[in-house]
C-alpha cells in the first residue's frame, strides 16, 4: 500500500519554489519542486518529476500544520499576463485585440483557487496558507518571512504578523513599492 507523504508534525511548511495556477484545471496547478526520486516511497501514485499538482498535495497529510507558506509566484490566481489570452480564446479573437475588463478578470479568476492550491492544502489539514495573487520577488518574500516569524514568537497571531512584516516592507526603502510587500494573502485559520 503506498504511503502518503507526511508533513505533519511541523508548525510552518514552507514550499519556496515556482508555482503556476491552471485556471482551466485548477487541480492541475503545482508547485514546480526538483524531482527527487528515492523521496517517493515504491508504489507512491505521485509521479516523481517535480511537479507537485493540487491533486497530489491531497494525497498528503498536512494535520497539525499551522501555516502553509507559498513562497512561490502566483499561487493564488492565474498570471494576470496569461488572462488576455485566456480571454481570447474564450472569444476568439486574437489575443492582441482583447482588452480586459474589470469585469472579465473577475469573471476569469473568480472562485477558481477554492479548487486550487490553497483548497487543496487546506483539504489535507493544514489551518491556513499563505499565498502569492501574483510574481513574488525573492529577496522580498525572504524579508517577510524572517519579519513575520518574528512576529508570531513574539505572540502575535499569523495575521498580525503578516500585517506587522507587510508594514515593516513598506516603510523599508529597498520594498516599499507595493509588488514587493502586497501579493501575500492568508487563507484559513488566521489567530
Known sequence: EPRAY???????VLYACHGVFNPIAPLASKLLLAPEREAY?????????GNFHAWEVLLTDHSGVEL???GACETLLPAFRNLQGTLAVLAGEECERVELTAEQLEDITSGDEVV????????????????????ANPLAVEALLVRAAEHRLAGKSWAQALTLAQREL???HAFAHPWFWAPYQLVGRWR
Do not use: I, K, N
Open 116 to 135: 486550487g492550491l490553497v483548497r487543496a492544502f487546506l483539504s489535507t489539514g493544514a489551518q491556513s496558507v499563505l499565498a502569492t495573487l501574483w510574481q
Open 6 to 12: 507526511r508533513p505533519a508534525g511541523h508548525e510552518v
Open 68 to 70: 502553509v507558506v507559498l
Open 170 to 172: 513598506l516603510q523599508s
Open 41 to 49: 516511497a515504491p508504489g507512491d501514485p505521485r509521479v516523481p518529476d
